[in-house]
């Protein structure tokens, strides 16, 4: 057993009350059986089902259950980035709390961190329980989101991963509020390697993630990490401005050759109306996006607000006086 | 066995204190003590701050009280007052119940002096969790020296008498004295004064008297050895779930504690009461380790912060102060007739027992 080094577990809940409770027994068995020195850290996303409450109940029995509860709903990134912020391990683990990441690997996982990796993240070798399309679509975000930040993200990595503390120190360092955080894991850097693993189905409960939200995650994750698609536009409006001046020195020869043919005005306005407008309104989309994103920087809002703090405190009362 | 005017049950600062009290009005005074020495509990085995009302930026009640009996301890205890260190309190930047501008004004306004700490200083946080830091001046005690000038003190008298070994397990009435059952032994009383801090209550329970609104606490503090550069400081984190690593003159070393991680175990006595000290004799797993290593998050040199050891003990809250962080005396009358008084009383903070010699002039 390892005397020496604490271990954090952070993991998002939200809406888990089917999940929590086995999730929370499964993990404290495998971290006391490992570690003497621990923490489970229970981020509540703002659940509005029984979740929160089936944690406290634990908390007044067993030892090293910390519970962080968000004020309202913000997306698993925020948990996540307030679950790493206040972990005091040497080494803490991400995962999820719906069971799909099995708890019997943290030990693996921290060896290997040991051993001298910053992060070793899960490998996924099977996607149990996904639709095709999905495994399609997720294939293919990471190649273009590689080809457009230059962040090589592993398609077979998910969230459950353990960092070192100094890349927890590093992650908790970037401010910004656009958290897709594979990327930022990326954008840290430091050694990484992966365990193969295989998730696990869904315990119980429904995934609380849709394709809406995998787009939206996917549009931050490009957009936040890379100004790629801004200089594609800007090198098309070039083009297309090159294509302008070439064609209105075209249109003022021809109607200084055959002015009779054409009627007055009109091949001149025609051309430099279409070509300004549709300029413009790529010019304006773009510059919105960006400037949409410098404003959420720019406000620089704390990220979340956490309504509630509590730790394990094991109570005493009538029913355990057998350990006086 | 003889009757005393003056029973008081525990020998920690409270205690001899009310003892001290009494002997000076020339009466016949015994201390019953259930260890073999005086002061082993709650008033040596705490964190040795004297406060000055910087910690309690949430409750001016308790903040102007302390501020007026700092100098008072300080001056009438100088001997085991300890000022050879500096106190430097920070404001946490996130999950702080204060932040740096409430924190200013209020000292402003309970007019406690507050300074910005220099680069050297400020420079050992972790400029992203710490908003801001000041020097403060707030004095330790040296739980030893303070023992020996009380037991001084009362030596002056002979009308006190000092008994250890001696665990009260009942108080009762019997012709109109209040007899306490020690062993086989009755000690009998006119007046008696049940300190026993966190033991308060299992006695009340065992007398048939009504209990206080007690919350109990087994708590753990960490011993540390700071590295040179920073042996002279001492640091409070403000405020919510922050630590607090200040000299501990006793033992020569710091004093770690957490709000998070100090208390191990916690009960109400009013569904459960036992006698919490058996609990705090046995072995707990320490959690320093947890304290330190979120503590080297805020001032990453506490890494090569050595660890010694840990003492555990009671701590009880009043229940009704929970929220507010007050930390005022509890005092209850079980019997007040003419001539038979029995009271407990539970002193939180040491500086509190100015407020109580006021209402002991009544008995």
């Known amino acids: 057993m390892n005397q020496d080094i604490l271990i954090s577990v952070v993991a998002p809940v939200y809406n888990e009350e089917e999940c929590v409770e086995k999730y929370m027994q ?21 659940s509005t089902d029984n979740s929160k409450d089936l944690i406290k109940k634990m908390q007044g029995s067993i030892d090293n259950i910390r519970l962080l509860s968000l004020s309202r709903n913000y997306g698993r990134e925020i948990a996540i980035t307030a679950g790493l912020e206040s972990s005091i391990g040497d080494y803490v683990i991400l995962m999820d709390s719906d069971l799909q990441d099995p708890s019997s690997l943290i030990p693996d996982l921290v060896d290997k961190a040991i051993s001298g990796f910053d ?35 592993p398609d077979n990595a998910g969230d459950f991963r353990v960092f070192s503390r100094k890349v927890v120190n590093s992650i908790n360092q ?106 413009l309104f790529i010019f304006l989309a773009v510059i919105s996006e960006y400037i949409g994103r410098v404003l959420v920087e720019v406000k620089n809002r704390p990220l979340y607000y956490i309504k509630e703090e509590s730790t394990s405190l094991k109570l005493k009362d009538k029913n355990i006086v057998d350990d006086l | 066995m ?32 259930s260890e073999n020495s005086p002061f082993l509990r709650a008033s040596t085995i705490n964190q040795a701050r004297i406060h000055n009302g910087y910690h309690y930026p949430r409750s001016y009640s308790t903040a102007i009280s302390s501020h007026n009996h700092y100098q008072r301890f300080c001056d009438e205890y ?7 260190f500096q106190n430097v309190y920070a404001i946490a930047k996130k999950n702080s119940h204060t932040t740096s501008k409430q924190f200013e004004s209020f000292c402003e306004l309970i007019d406690i002096p507050l300074e910005k700490t220099p680069s050297d200083i400020s420079n050992l946080f972790s400029s992203d969790l710490i908003e801001s830091s000041y020097l403060v001046e707030e004095a330790v005690f040296d739980g030893e020296k303070l023992k020996d000038s009380l037991l001084n003190e009362l030596n002056k008298y002979s009308n006190v008498e000092i008994i250890f070994n001696s665990k009260v397990r009942k108080i009762y009435v019997k012709d109109g004295l209040a007899n306490l059952q020690v062993h086989d032994l009755q000690y009998k009383a006119e007046k008696v004064f049940n300190t026993t801090y966190a033991g308060i209550n299992i006695l009340l329970q065992d007398s048939g008297f009504e209990k206080l609104d007690l919350r109990l606490e087994l708590t753990e503090l960490a011993f540390v050895k700071l590295p040179k550069e920073i042996k002279k400081l001492g640091f409070t984190i403000m405020d919510g779930q922050f630590f607090s690593s200040i000299y501990y003159p006793t033992l020569n070393c710091h004093s770690l504690s957490h709000v998070r991680y100090t208390p191990h175990i916690e009960w109400n006595e009013k569904d459960y009461c036992i006698d919490p000290y ?63 008084v029995v009271v407990s009383i539970l002193g939180s903070k040491i500086d509190n027992i100015y407020d109580l010699e006021k209402y002991l002039n009544k008995y």
């Open chain 1, 26 to 46: 499964e993990t404290l068995k495998v971290l006391s059986d490992n570690y003497l020195n621990y923490e489970l850290i229970l981020v509540d996303d703002g």
């Open chain 1, 119 to 153: 992060v070793v993240y899960a490998a996924r070798t099977h996607r149990i329980g996904e639709t095709f399309l999905k495994k399609i679509l997720s294939k293919y975000f990471y190649k273009i989101a590689a080809k457009l930040t230059g962040f090589d993200i």
């Open chain 1, 174 to 279: 970037l401010k910004e509020q656009n958290r897709y955080m594979k990327m930022l894991y990326a954008y840290v850097g430091f050694s990484s390697i992966g365990i193969p693993f295989e998730r696990q189905k869904r315990f119980a409960g429904k995934t609380k993630y849709n394709y809406l939200n995998l787009i939206n995650a996917s549009l931050d994750a490009v957009i936040s990490f890379s100004s790629k698609p801004l200089r594609i536009v800007s090198i098309f409006s070039v083009s297309l401005s090159l294509l302008l001046l070439i064609s209105s020195i075209g249109v003022f020869f021809y109607k200084l050759i055959n002015s009779s043919s054409i009627i007055e005005g009109w091949a001149s306005t025609v051309v430099l109306i279409n070509f300004l407008f549709s300029i």
């Open chain 2, 2 to 33: 003889k009757a005393h005017e003056v029973a008081i049950i525990g020998a920690g600062f409270f205690g001899l204190r009310i003892a001290l009290f009494f002997a000076k009005k020339g009466m016949d005074v015994i201390v019953l003590e």
């Open chain 2, 78 to 84: 100088s001997y085991a007052v300890n000022l050879n």
């Open chain 2, 278 to 340: 058996n609990l705090a004799d046995q072995s707990q797993k320490s959690k320093y380790l947890h304290m330190l290593n979120d503590a080297k998050r805020y001032i990453p040199i506490l890494k090569s912060a050595k660890y010694l050891h840990s003492k555990y003990t009671i701590k009880a809250v009043p229940v009704r102060n929970e929220t507010n962080d007050g930390r005022p005396i509890v005092l209850k009358e079980h019997i007040n007739d003419r001539d038979l």
